[in-house]
């Protein structure tokens, strides 16, 4: 099992609508995770950061973790044509690095 | 956010010369910095795990005597490619953390091996 999944997508929403990512991780003992945005040719930039159970909100993005089920999702509302990008769950196992999912690419229809 | 600064953000260099990738916290001191590696259309991959004042821990399959990590201050880290190669030829990309656990990334260097 890899420690941080994600679908690879592209996941395609029309403009307007929620966008759902999912990510589930697999050890149990994580304490920290993370939503990046990465657009083609350029590096990933932190959008949110959850570390306890229930959501977490920032703008149009909703951050949700359930440690229970090993499972962390980013909602992003009223979805833009500049919401297309590579969404990279992160999961924080340890203090000492990061580990990444391979990213979810989402496609906004106008 | 933090912000993490790259120099170059592009390089061109002949086959078997080498390259220096500054990476710079620029409002933060950053005991840890990472170096990441992404070709196109992949995920990112760590290459390596920039220690202050410490030896760089490489991830395996990573040639440490090829790609030589320099952390020598809380706020630069220096990553060399020796003795580059066309198969070298990526977008590198440098990461630190702030204190917390959040990392921020540098936007990357993008190097192309004639």
């Known amino acids: 099992q890899k420690e941080v999944e994600q679908n690879s997508g592209p996941l395609s929403v029309p403009e307007g609508a929620i966008a759902s990512l999912n990510c589930t991780y697999s050890?149990?003992?994580?304490?920290?995770f993370f939503w990046y945005r990465q657009y083609s040719g350029k590096s990933p930039e932190l959008i949110m950061s959850i570390y306890s159970n229930g959501d977490k909100e920032d703008g149009r993005f909703t951050a949700q973790l359930n440690k229970a089920s090993q499972y962390v999702s980013l909602l992003i509302r009223d979805s833009q044509p500049s919401d297309s990008a590579t969404y990279l769950c992160?999961?924080?196992?340890?203090?000492?690095?990061?580990?990444f999912g391979k990213g979810t690419r989402l496609h906004i229809l106008p | 956010g933090a912000v993490v600064s790259q120099h170059p953000s592009w390089v061109i260099c002949k086959s078997g010369t080498s390259v220096k990738i500054e990476c710079r916290s620029l409002d933060f001191q950053a005991t840890t910095m990472f170096w990441y590696r992404q070709f196109p259309k992949q995920s990112l991959m760590l290459m390596a795990t920039s220690n202050e004042g410490s030896k760089a821990t490489y991830e395996q399959g990573v040639e440490k005597d090829k790609f030589l990590i320099n952390h020598a201050s809380l706020t630069l880290s220096t990553l060399t490619v020796t003795s580059a190669h066309p198969e070298d030829s990526s977008f590198y990309i440098c990461?630190?953390?702030?204190?917390?656990?959040?990392?921020?990334f540098g936007p990357g260097t993008r190097l192309t091996v004639l």
């Open positions: 990461s630190a953390r702030d204190g917390s656990d959040e990392q921020f």
């Open positions: 050890d149990r003992g994580s304490q920290s």
């Open positions: 992160a999961v924080n196992p340890r203090r000492d690095k990061i580990i």
